[in-house]
């Protein structure tokens, strides 16, 4: 038992060697839309694909994540909060519109 875990970063990375394309676009698909647990992702790139590689595809699959959770909460969460809790949105836009001079402190200390 002792040796198939031991062995496990040994075959991880002969894995990785030999399908490195799959390998990563495996490891973008997973970071993009996994959304807790990008901490362990990104830990993995670093010692799976060294230093600087792994930081690359962290900032860029960071940024792919945060885009396309951008795009789903505009495309799907407004309606949704439109149909669930629209006194309540009616209300914060009613704030938002009266505090439109300071609005980044009206959003930083909200």
């Not at 309540?88 to 009266?98: D, I, T």
Request: glycine residues 6%.
């Amino acid at each position: 038992m002792m040796y198939c875990v031991l062995s496990l970063p040994v075959h991880l990375e002969d894995y990785t060697s030999d399908y490195t394309a799959q390998v990563l676009l495996g490891y973008c698909m997973v970071y993009i839309f996994m959304i807790p647990g990008t901490v362990f992702m990104s830990l993995f790139a670093g010692s799976r694909f060294g230093v600087f590689k792994g930081v690359a595809l962290v900032v860029f699959n960071a940024t792919a994540s945060a885009s396309s959770c951008y795009f789903l909460s505009k495309l799907i969460g407004r309606h949704i909060v439109f149909s669930l809790w629209p006194d309540k949105l009616q209300f914060f836009q009613n704030q938002v519109a009266k505090r439109r001079e300071g609005l980044l402190n009206y959003m930083l200390f909200l």
